[in-house]
């Protein structure tokens, strides 16, 4: 596609589901990245993806957070037992390589109640 | 240390002014690139101007410049004759290239409101 899509772009769930945000990046680029952006902060770093396998995982919080790039194109975040405290907006960014620009997506707005 | 730091939370400027948005970095990493990136209300991150460390000019991008000053480590951005559009959160990152991370990491970022 033409930009970064994320999908969906709001979700809002209980306290304990479990749920998935996916990106789907700019077909061809290898590199993809996932953050996250508290209310009134900077984006922070989760995870980064060259091609299939995560190449730096260092940003995820703790064990509740996984994600997957089965195919080296579509990447799933995948968050359990959701806590109140991983209300934020989550961004997904695409770029050609490891050294090439980011183009950003509009972001899921997760909400935890 | 935080790696990049915005002391501006928030900058008001009158439209056709020019205003400059604060950023300064912490790297020992002597490879590294600063972006700025804008966020209006919509969430969206957009790039606007890229500056390498060994980049021997100040780039610029159209209404955008940045002030580099390496040795004091800042990385500033100019917005020249401010528009309404211009409203919006502001964020400045850095890449470190030499530690083989591509990640960036952001600053807090400035909220910038552009009054007729």
């Known amino acids: 596609g033409a930009g970064v899509s994320q999908t969906p772009s709001n979700k809002v769930t209980e306290k304990g589901k479990y749920v998935e945000l996916r990106c789907d990046p700019i077909s061809g680029h290898t590199a993809l990245y996932w953050y996250r952006q508290s209310l009134g902060q900077g984006p922070e770093f989760l995870i980064y993806?060259?091609?299939?396998?995560?190449?730096?995982d260092s940003g995820l919080p703790n064990d509740r957070f996984f994600a997957v790039r089965p195919e080296g194109s579509v990447s799933t975040l995948k968050i359990q037992r959701t806590e109140r405290g991983d209300s934020a907006v989550y961004l997904c960014?695409?770029?050609?390589?490891?050294?090439?620009?980011?183009?950003f997506g509009s972001g899921t707005r997760l909400t935890v109640v | 240390a935080q790696k990049i730091t915005q002391t501006q939370p928030g900058m008001f400027v009158q439209e056709k002014e020019a205003v400059t948005l604060d950023c300064t970095y912490d790297?020992?990493?002597?490879?590294?690139?600063l972006f700025w990136y804008k966020q209006p209300s919509s969430g969206e991150m957009i790039f606007l101007i890229y500056q390498g460390s060994y980049d021997q000019q100040n780039a610029t991008e159209g209404r955008y410049s940045l002030n580099f000053q390496k040795a004091r480590k800042s990385a500033n951005l100019v917005i020249s004759a401010s528009q309404l559009g211009d409203s919006a959160m502001y964020f400045c990152a850095m890449r470190e290239y030499a530690s083989g991370y591509s990640t960036l990491t952001f600053g807090k970022g400035t909220m910038l409101l552009v009054s007729p």
């Open positions: 960014a695409s770029s050609q390589d490891r050294d090439g620009g980011y183009t």
């Open positions: 790297t020992s990493d002597p490879s590294y690139g």
């Open positions: 993806f060259q091609g299939t396998g995560a190449a730096d």
